[in-house]
């Protein structure tokens, strides 16, 4: 997402300019399937230091779901205010230094945050970042209870069948019991035996 905003810095304090976005963002970042292109609305906003970006977007996502594992479809919608400064002054050429700007010492200086000399806003780190913080922290398929969904009712029973070893009870009704873990067990009753 990137925009040439050379026009931009050299108006006056409160101009802007506004963009509709439908911007496919394949190769963002690898972790990011989208399904379909980011879509909404940027207004560039030039401030006293340079361009305020404020954005609405929202895109659709395949994650994996948190209970059965299978990729699902997630609808994603942010907002997102950010501070960008330019590298250099759009008329003279002359590279500005951090200190002539007010702000936070690590906005002033975080390379995503910087108009480069060619007066291009690249926003793309930022608006990477905010379509992680916008997932769901525990993505999962459509069904309310884990239960219902097939997915996870085969790997449930996919995991039983593995395990079944450890739900059987000997002959004697004593659980199967690694030797190396049997002197605890003793431990154990005895400690039973003197809270009763």
Not at 14 to 31: K, S, V, W
Not at 78 to 90: M, Y
């Amino acid at each position: 997402m990137e925009f040439n905003v050379a026009q931009l810095l050299k108006r006056p304090i409160g101009a802007t300019r506004d963009y509709e976005i439908n911007d496919e963002i394949e190769g963002l970042d690898p972790g990011l399937v989208p399904l379909a292109p980011l879509q909404g609305k940027v207004r560039l906003l030039r401030t006293h230091s340079g361009i305020l970006v404020k954005a609405d977007l929202k895109l659709v996502l395949e994650v994996s779901c948190n209970r059965c594992l299978e990729p699902v479809e997630i609808p994603v919608e942010f907002h997102f205010e950010e501070s960008f400064r330019p590298l250099t002054d759009v008329e003279t050429g002359r590279f500005l230094m951090p200190e002539e700007f007010k702000g936070q010492q690590e906005e002033l200086t975080d390379a995503a945050l910087i108009i480069d000399d060619h007066h291009i806003l690249d926003a793309s780190e930022v608006l990477r970042q905010n379509i992680w913080l916008a997932l769901p922290m525990y993505p999962s398929c459509t069904w309310a209870d884990p239960m219902q969904c097939p997915n996870f009712v085969l790997k449930r029973q996919e995991i039983d069948a593995v395990h079944e070893d450890l739900n059987e009870v000997s002959s004697s009704g004593a659980e199967n019991v690694d030797p190396r873990w049997a002197a605890l067990l003793a431990l154990r009753a005895e400690d039973d035996e003197k809270n009763k």
